[in-house]
Each structure stands twice: as structure tokens, then as C-alpha cells.
């Protein structure tokens, strides 16, 4: 309360003291200076050094209440209030007690009626207090009881967003445990961590809820201010890439409130084709990404992905929204099949390479169990650009691991000799041929995840037999994890061996059909332009 608030408020007391003395049949004086008395005791109760310590004893109240909630073994058993009263009612009844003769000199009844209602008045701020505190420890209650579910809902979301689509645990045994089918893709809340020999293993959760969005928004995106020269240009003369986007934002909002299932099919055919065009053939621009808000959880991307309460996206078309926004987030805005790839003018196929500061910018490593940062149905032209973006670990061999956690992932291709069958949820793949009953480094890595279960990232490419229906049309398609479950030997001196592999489950089906099949109509037809060009003469093309 401010000196001249203040003053103003004692003017407005001593005036109405001298109207309730010239009302009062009583001596004049006295009935003043009680008055004058009463006035004091009011205005110090409303000064701003009272309120503060009636606004500190209040937040302590608080405090010892919710402890005592959290602590219900600490609040002492209340005695018969009938028998005997304790705490505040005591001090109530001292309060409000009507003074005897003895109990010392005379008091005028009516100044302490008036002190009791100054005293109320001093109160009623407190108790308001204490209404509101009651009120959030019955909210605090109420929230204690809601079900399992939507406890568990909270923490597999928390546990999302520390790990970023990955967790951890510990293994049950040297070995590692093996894995049942039923839970080697689980849902977030039980994602598996496994310990191999020397480190440990991560594996990806579940693809169907492992889709996060970021905490913070990356600084080059929210450093561009909406007023800057050149976001204004953007507003005077929109490029078509913005109007692009902005198209795509549109077909979001009609999704959300479509009154058809047709009207709704439809729509996502669209949103499709939106977002497809979006990875391949638009000029993508910080300053155009700002403009049209594409990494804001309200109003770009992540709307596809995220739960929503109006809508459920097909499986697909979050994938594919995702793999959009995680690599727009990192900044990698170029739109090139071949970004980060250095092409030599060779006749050899591995006269390409990745490009070290693309790779030091925004380079991927392979060394992990699970999906990673893929997403299924990830589409690549090169084995090259699968290896830029982590998913396999070699330009060419079709077997990638380590001696401590096993396979990390294989490619199925046509490869000469070998004996492999492919049904889609069952491969039977065969390792590379050893020497005098040595395996190789490469079909150890399978043997290995054999023993320890631990999936495999299985990639398809299109070199696979024409025949085969799960063959990409072009370059290599991401199909998910598979578990090693089973080895023949069909070379004891060769150490040959036949390796059977089973799909997880938990995972949307394998993208080699229909309207969510990859490679999509728009990376078809960018790979025929590259490779007119001759880019797969230096870039190593499938």
C-alpha cells in the first residue's frame, strides 16, 4: 500500500470515527479515543508489512497441510470435540468470551463489538486463503485417484521425450535374455534395454507411439523474426513453395473436420500427395519453414503424427510426416536424393563417398539395435544414402554388426550363391561363405543376435528377383525389425550358414503396396530424372 493510499485511508477512518462519536450517546472523549484506538489497530492490519506476514503465515499453513496429505500417518487423532476443544476453537472461545467484572477494568461492549468486526476484517483475506489452498489440495486428491492408465500414459510420455524415442534397462544375464516375438517391438512404457557383453543396448520402442516432438524449437528456426525484411518480402510475394505448404496446413485442418469416412479418405489422399511433394520438389528455405510455421506442434507437421482427439492418421502418413520433420528440424533443408554425396566420375561403383562436413553436420551413426531414427517405409536411391542417414553400416555388404551386440542390420538383395527365401514376415537368409570351417566376421554378427535375440533392421532392395512382391520398384526400402530365430549349417568346410528371420510384431505392415507404398510416385520420378543424367554411374544406383 503506497503513503498517499495510506493517508487517504485514514482520512476515510478518522471521519467516520468523529460520525460514529456524534452517534454514540457516550462521553465524547472517551468514546474518540476508542475509536481512535480501533482506527490504528485497522490500519495497521491493512498495511503492507501485516499482509505480507498474514500472506507468509498463510503459505506455511499450506505447506504443513500438503505434507500432512502426503503423510497421512502424521496427523495426530483429534480428541472428542464434545469432551474438550483444541487449537483454533480454543483460541475462538478466548476471543469471543464476554469479559466477567473481576476480570479487570471496565470495557465498553460496544468498542469490542467494533474490534471484532476490525478483527474479522483483517481475517477474511485468510480465509479466502485458506478456501483456495483447501480447494487445490481436493484438486491434488482428485488427481491422485485417476486410473492406471492414464498414469502410465503420462510417464510413457515423459520417458519419450528424456530418451528421444530410445530407452534403457538392464539385462537379466550375461548372455542377454532372449527376446519373445510378442515383446521385441513394445509399446514406449516397456521399452527393452538389453546389456550385451561390454555395453549397452538400445532398442527403439514401438514405431506406432514413438513419434515426439521437440521440447524446444531449434534456434535457427525461432531466431528469424516474422518482421524482418525479408519475411516481409515473403508476405508481398509468396513463392510457390509457400503456398505449398500452406495447402498442406489446409488439408490438416479438413482431415480434422471431415463429416465422412469417403469425404476423409479422400482428404488423405490429398495430404498424401502434400506431403511427398514436400520431400521431393519443393524449395524449402529456413525463412519459408518460419513463414509457414511447419515445426509448430499447433499449426505444421507434428499434427499428422501426434495423437488428436478428432482424428487418427494412417500409419503411413505419420511415418512419413515425421521422417519430413525430424530432418527439417536438424536444418538439413536440401531436396536431393543425393544430399551429402560426393560423386567421382569413375566406372567403379564405390568411386562415390559421403561428404565430410555433411556428414559431420548432420551425419547418422549405424551403430545401434532398432529403428533409430528411421521410420518404416524409409525409401533411399543408394545403399550409399542408406548408410548417410544410419540405417545400414556399409556401401555395398549386405551384413553390418559388431562382435559385441550382433547384426545391426542386413540388406536383401540377388545376391549370386545364395539360397535365401523371402515371404515377407519369414526370410530365410543365408551368411557369407567362410574357409575351413571358420565363419566370417559377417555371419558371426548374425549368430551372435541369434544368442542374444536382439532384432535386426531388415532394408529390401530392388536388385532382389522381379518376382518377389516386397521388392522395391527403385533403390532401397527400410521394412522394419526382424528377430533371428533358428540357423542351419549347410556347409560344415564353408561354414555356410541359413539363417531364419521372423518380423516383430507391434509394427505397421510392410510398404510395398497400395496407396501407402515406397517408393513414392514422386522419388520414382526423380530417380529416372537422376539417373538420365548418369548419376547412378557415379552414385552407385540399385
Not at 350 to 365: C, E, L, V
Not at 498 to 508: A, D, N, P, S, T
Request: charged share 25%.
Amino acid at each position: 500500500m503506497t503513503e498517499s493510499n495510506q493517508q487517504n485511508s485514514m482520512k476515510q477512518l478518522w471521519d467516520a470515527a468523529r460520525s460514529a462519536v456524534n452517534l454514540s450517546g457516550i462521553n465524547r472523549d472517551e468514546a474518540l479515543a476508542s475509536r481512535l484506538r480501533d482506527t490504528r489497530k485497522q490500519a495497521e492490519a491493512n498495511s503492507e508489512q501485516h499482509q505480507k506476514q498474514m500472506r507468509i503465515l498463510s503459505k506455511r499453513l499450506s505447506e504443513l497441510e500438503a505434507k500432512q496429505l502426503r503423510n497421512p500417518a502424521s496427523i495426530p487423532k483429534q480428541k472428542d470435540s464434545s469432551k474438550d476443544s483444541t487449537g483454533t476453537e480454543k483460541e475462538v472461545a478466548r476471543a469471543t468470551a464476554t469479559p466477567t467484572p473481576s476480570a479487570g477494568p471496565k470495557v465498553n461492549p460496544a468498542s469490542e463489538v467494533k474490534k471484532r468486526k476490525v478483527a474479522l476484517m483483517t481475517r477474511s483475506p485468510d480465509k479466502r486463503q485458506e478456501k483456495k489452498v483447501k480447494a487445490r489440495v481436493e484438486q491434488t486428491k482428485q488427481v491422485a485417484k485417476e486410473t492406471p492408465a492414464v498414469k502410465e500414459t503420462v510417464r510413457q510420455t515423459q520417458n519419450t521425450a528424456s530418451s528421444t524415442t530410445q530407452e534403457t534397462a538392464s539385462a537379466t544375464d550375461k548372455k542377454g535374455p532372449k527376446l519373445q516375438e510378442k515383446d521385441t517391438v513394445r509399446q514406449p512404457q516397456k521399452a527393452a534395454s538389453l546389456t550385451a557383453k561390454k555395453d549397452t543396448v538400445v532398442i527403439s520402442a514401438n514405431d506406432t507411439e514413438r513419434y515426439t516432438v521437440l521440447a524446444k524449437l531449434p534456434d535457427w528456426y525461432t531466431s528469424i523474426s516474422l518482421d524482418n525484411l525479408e519475411m516481409k518480402k515473403l508476405a508481398k510475394k509468396r513463392p510457390p513453395s509457400l503456398t505449398a505448404l500452406d495447402a498442406l496446413k489446409a488439408l490438416v485442418q479438413q482431415c480434422e473436420s471431415a463429416s465422412s469416412k469417403k469425404d476423409l479418405s479422400n482428404l488423405f489422399d490429398q495430404l498424401r500427395d502434400a506431403v511427398h511433394k514436400a520431400e521431393i520438389t519443393l524449395t524449402i528455405t529456413p525463412q519459408i519453414l518460419r513463414k509457414a510455421n511447419m515445426l509448430s506442434p499447433q499449426a505444421g507437421l507434428p499434427r499428422i503424427f501426434q495423437p488428436s482427439a478428432s482424428v487418427t492418421f494412417p500409419p503411413d502418413l505419420k511415418a512419413d510426416s515425421y521422417q519430413l520433420y525430424k530432418r527439417w528440424s536438424s536444418g538439413d533443408l536440401k531436396q536431393s536424393l543425393l544430399r551429402g554425396i560426393v560423386s567421382k566420375k569413375s566406372h567403379l561403383r564405390n568411386g562415390d563417398s559421403i561428404d565430410p562436413n555433411y556428414r559431420a553436420q548432420f551425419g547418422q551413426t549405424f551403430k545401434y539395435i532398432g529403428h533409430g531414427n528411421l521410420v518404416q517405409g524409409q525409401w533411399w536411391p543408394t545403399q550409399l544414402c542408406a548408410m548417410r542417414d544410419g540405417a545400414h553400416g556399409a556401401p555395398q555388404g549386405g551384413i553390418c554388426g559388431s562382435s559385441e551386440q550382433g547384426a545391426y542390420s542386413i540388406v536383401l538383395s540377388s545376391g549370386v550363391g545364395y539360397d535365401d527365401t523371402d515371404d515377407g514376415d519369414t526370410i530365410f537368409y543365408s551368411g557369407t561363405s567362410g574357409s575351413n570351417g571358420e565363419a566370417t566376421e559377417n555371419t558371426k554378427y548374425l549368430l551372435i543376435s541369434l544368442e542374444n535375440g536382439y532384432p535386426v533392421r531388415v532394408l529390401r532392395s530392388s536388385q532382389l528377383p522381379k518376382g518377389n512382391p516386397y521388392r522395391p520398384q527403385r533403390g532401397l526400402r527400410y521394412d522394419g525389425l526382424y528377430t533371428v530365430v533358428d540357423v542351419r549349417l549347410l556347409d560344415e568346410e564353408k561354414a555356410m550358414h541359413r539363417f531364419r528371420l521372423e518380423r516383430c510384431k507391434g509394427q505397421m505392415g510392410i510398404r510395398y503396396q497400395g496407396k501407402g507404398a515406397r517408393p513414392t510416385a514422386y522419388e520414382v520420378k526423380e530417380y529416372e530424372r537422376l539417373k538420365e543424367e548418369g548419376a547412378w554411374k557415379v552414385a552407385g544406383g540399385s
